[in-house]
């Protein structure tokens, strides 16, 4: 509490602040596809508006696996938020993390101690990986959800051949060169088909002692098929275009354990020394904390009402990732980009709504299809019913992915780099940065 | 010796590999401007070659600071070494730390225990900075030599702004707009210009509570003047130049002590958040092995001939910022990329002459000038005892980057980041990376 009471003095600024405005104060917990979209749709309205995110820079996440991968850099799918909303004269940044909120008080309180007063609330704190309770694969088996955690796959990736170069064992050389993705829903399929690249056309002829082509690239999935969110067909195309990659896929295939030298499946062994997880949602902790007035589904989510505010809580909205929303016939709104974007832009009108003196309406989610990229003129979409698969679906990924892409120096730069390495079959960004064990080859 | 037993089957199969091609070896320990230049100069010769680095990359290391003040992304200035060697068949990469050098035996043994035999070495180890006997202030004031230390130093600086919106004491958050570079040569120029430009046009009217313009930067060196190694008049210039972008220089002001609030200069106290460290240049460790061989100068430098190799040790060459070489009138080579490049071409040259039954030629070092810039349409240049400043020498500056820069890929990237940051002042990769304080403000 001291911590709090060392910060009065600002929240006490804050709060006469907004009431000499005399404007209603409207607190974005998250920067990502829903806060940044609340943010927007927030620009013309009558409030205040404060951005709080732990991380300085709003994430394109779904070329994240482009990073992860070498393909792209880290700055080209980041901005930072102050940054995109530099022009938005009510809108401010925070950079920081929140502790708790007060949903009483209507306070959110951040780790430094500074509490900020809210009158409306937008939670929109995204969702991580989860291990379904087996937290302790982490080390062994990382995740895709941030720019740091694609810098350090990128760097697996890439010592992993280095490692095998060096590696005089054949036995311990072939685990060097396995990589087991675990999880068949669209991270997974991408990277495994970028890693099929890297590994047929990227290296080849850059080693000595080996050659990336053996590398073996298992896709593990515990459903009966990947992408199960697609049509069974492109599921099954899919499936045949990661073949043409090197991938094999594994359906049915629970990994029961993981340590440092690779996975089990069942009483199955296969060793690897590369292992990525891109299996299981869980919503960041903070929902937590909503607990009491909502009950949350095992991901953590938050349920909301049709007008995607807390039920009883008109204040407190939930959007994203972190909330669990249904579409007018029942059925649960999908966790990706569109719909965050869709559900931010949404609670915004309904908060504009209300400070106009008008009620909420219920969100209409509007499916815009599903997308996978496999690679190099391999993709799969699924449309308003329609199916595309090869070459035009591949071209429909790159064209929506570009034009969703924030700001136009970032689209410049990356349909450059794709154009670079789709003429000379490169990759942009192969560096092996951060801490790296001292010795290349196992002592052991 | 048990890991050396260990991999005694590599060292094997690499010996009568050579052997059998009649080939002699040429091993060149480390992959910078020095070392890739004595690879590429061996591409047509009757050798074999191995070049060992730490990293996977050559870095382009003028403008790493470009990294660090958020302007390029880190792939943009560094290229895998094995991507760079490719084509060049008698070329071979290995990643690794040398441990040790047994010039008896003219072997270079790995940290992984592994052996190399070389008929040939080449000592291309690059320096790194010098905190003169106080190793203890790395972690307050980081230098700039690696892609890590480049973020690092981005993230210091695009901290210090967020910590100070945050911070609700004055004189704190007048420390946390303190940013103190340490050495005026062409690095801390170049760095305390950038960080002035990032203060006084990139953040404007981001912030709320703190106007990034109230920055304070100042540049301390040592001696009389900046950029010691340019004509007095430039560096009358350079200063002149800075004070538009904010920046102070001090002169004659050594620093004697840094901790983790600011840094002292005698008696005078600096309070400040961000310390960088731009003085003093160390030559790697790994040049102490070579100690009996000839006696290294402060700096851990290793004299060499006007051949480049060691007196009494044709077969051992020292290139790049690790050796020490002097001119034909008896002046110091600088310890700059173009002396780097020039030295590892020459010695390439010469081994390409022994093993043609000639003897070796005494370099010789071509004066290419001298650039610095200090922020747009600043610089200053001095070629060929013409001096150039502003505009010009800004433009020259540019253009002689890019040239050197390597890869098509990379010089359109650098070139299309420029013109946008130009036109928009703004930076293209301001991202905060890497584990940062959990609390932004300071709880003591």
Redesign the interface.
Known sequence: MA?VD??V??AD?VRPTIAARGKPHVVIIGGGFAGLNAAKGLAEAPVKVTVIDR???HLFAPLLYQVATAQL????I???I??IL?KQENA??????VAGIDTQARTVEL????ILAYDYLVVAVGATHSYFGHDEWAPMAPGLKT??DA?EIRKRI??AF?HA??E?DPRKREAMLTFVVIGGGPTGVELAGAIGEIAGHT?V????NIDPRDSRILLLEGLPRILPMFPEALSVDAEKDLAKFGVQVRTNSLVTDIDEHGVNIGDERIDANTVIWAAGVQVSRLTQVLRNLAELDRAGRVPVERELHIAGHPEIFVVGDAASVKTRDGKPVPGVAPAAMQEGKWAAANIVRAVNGHSYTPFRYQDKGSLATIGRHQAVASVKGRNFNGFLAWWMWMVVHVFYLNGL?NR??VI??WA?SYL?F?R???????EQP????K?S
Chains 1, 2 share one sequence.
Do not use: C, M, W, Y
């Open positions: 911590q060392q910060f003095t600002v600024t991380r300085n820079h850099s880290p700055a080209n980041a901005q930072p102050r940054s530099r401010n940044v925070l950079l920081g993390e780790d430094s101690g500074r720019i740091d810098t890439l010592l280095e170069e060096n005089p290296l002829k850059e080693f000595e120096r410049t730069l450059s780099q670079f000379s490169g942009n960004a192969r560096l092996i940065t951060g001292k010795t290349l080859e002592k």
